[in-house]
């Protein structure tokens, strides 16, 4: 499904105006510093209404080696893990003993740069095909990105993916800036991540699916409520490529910079992050800006995840996993240069967190044994 064209002149006129006038186990945090912004406070929940910052706990162990340019990490409820690789375009299924077993394939994905195979998510489903859920994928194909859903079978450890059906598609693709996250948030809609695909003009335009955080339902229509009337949720990305909802029902999306500024950003609907007129922090109050900013050599952030209303957010070029509280804007980073590039976090099972390395996408120095997947736990 493609999204239909919707004219915006006006409000793209409306924002050029405003603009003219404008533990012992425990390691530490290192060093490095990130920027809170001025408006933390509005990101603070009201006091016992979130449990306490939780933050990385001893050393990490690992769960699984071998991986080739790994993207995205999906927990299935009530069993397995499924991890996608971007270039082999292969979904693997990690067993119990920490072996990797093909699932499946995304036949029609097209690798090139930072496009493949992206992001994952799983919805329930008795109903489907195989009577257990959708895997929901997204990746590059031959002239757009796109995202389908597969049929999900067998049971942990023997994971099967049934014939992709068509959810959306038309997001402009590019070498670079393709975004690729896709998760359901607690409203029961698919949220998707799009880059600006190289072209920054595709951020502020809202008739394009580009540099946007897009929602959708289930089976690829636009839902009621959508600020628009069409599948943009919030525009004025560059490449957003991490998205992650608190226990308030919020969401948070992590965003490359060009070349100053990486963000987190707190999303709300209709809103404009500026791009590219803006990067990072701003005074123009037609734009939103970032709860925290960071150095583009300590971030290019990717994936986040969040724990007991904690937001962990894993680190390409600055080879870090960055833990921020939400209440304050304090951020923290953890085991800098200690595994390389990071491309995903998740929740882990009983209070650990999961991320997976990506030394092996063509920008990394990757060790023997590379990918590897990660557990850490996390305490208070």
């Excluded at 910052?53 to 340019?69: K, M, Q, W």
């Excluded at 402009?172 to 809609?189: C, S, T, Y």
């Excluded at 209709?270 to 970032?290: C, K, L, R, T």
Aim: charged share 15%; net charge negative.
């Amino acid at each position: 499904m493609r999204a239909g064209a919707v004219t915006r002149a006006a409000l793209a006129a409306s924002v050029l105006v405003a603009l003219s006038g404008c533990t012992a186990g425990a390691p530490a945090p290192s060093a490095s510093t990130a920027t809170p912004a001025r408006e933390v406070s509005s990101a603070s929940p009201s006091p016992g209404a979130v449990p306490r910052p939780v933050h990385p706990v001893g050393d990490p162990v690992v769960i699984a080696s071998g991986l080739a340019a790994p993207w995205s990490i999906l927990r299935i409820p009530g069993g397995g893990t499924l991890i996608s690789e971007r270039d082999t375009t292969l979904i693997r299924e990690l067993r119990g003993d920490g072996s990797l077993r093909q699932a499946g394939v995304v036949a029609d994905a097209r690798p090139g740069g930072e496009g493949g195979l992206l992001g994952l998510a799983f919805l329930p489903d008795t109903a489907a095909p195989g009577g257990t859920g959708w895997v929901y994928a997204y990746f590059t194909a031959d002239v757009d990105n796109r995202i389908v859903r597969m049929p999900l079978g067998g049971p942990a450890g023997q994971r099967t993916l049934g014939a992709p059906e068509p959810v959306l598609d038309g997001i402009p693709r590019a070498g670079n800036h393709n975004g690729g996250r896709i998760a359901f948030g607690p409203d029961g809609l698919l949220y998707a991540t799009a880059g600006d695909a190289g072209n920054g003009a595709n951020a502020q335009d809202l008739d394009s699916l580009g540099g946007k955080i897009l929602r959708m339902t289930p089976t690829g229509r636009v839902p009621a409520g959508n600020p628009f009337g069409t599948y943009v949720y919030s525009y004025g990305h560059r490449n957003p490529q991490g998205i992650a909802w608190d226990s308030r029902g919020r969401l948070w999306a992590s965003e490359f910079g060009q070349s100053t500024w990486d963000e987190l950003n707190l999303i709300t609907a209709g809103a404009n992050y500026g791009w590219p007129i803006v990067e990072g922090q701003s005074d123009h109050e037609v734009f939103v800006n970032p709860l925290v900013q960071w150095s583009t050599d300590q971030a290019s952030p990717s994936g986040i995840a969040i724990v007991d209303d904690t937001i962990f957010m894993a680190g390409l070029r600055g080879e870090r996993l960055w833990r921020i509280d939400p209440s304050s804007g304090e951020a923290g980073d953890w085991f800098v240069h200690s595994y390389g590039r990071l491309r995903d976090v998740v929740p882990g099972p009983d209070g650990t967190l999961w991320f997976v390395s990506n030394n092996t996408d063509g920008r990394g120095t990757p060790a023997p044994g590379d990918d590897r997947l990660y557990q850490v736990e996390v305490a208070p």
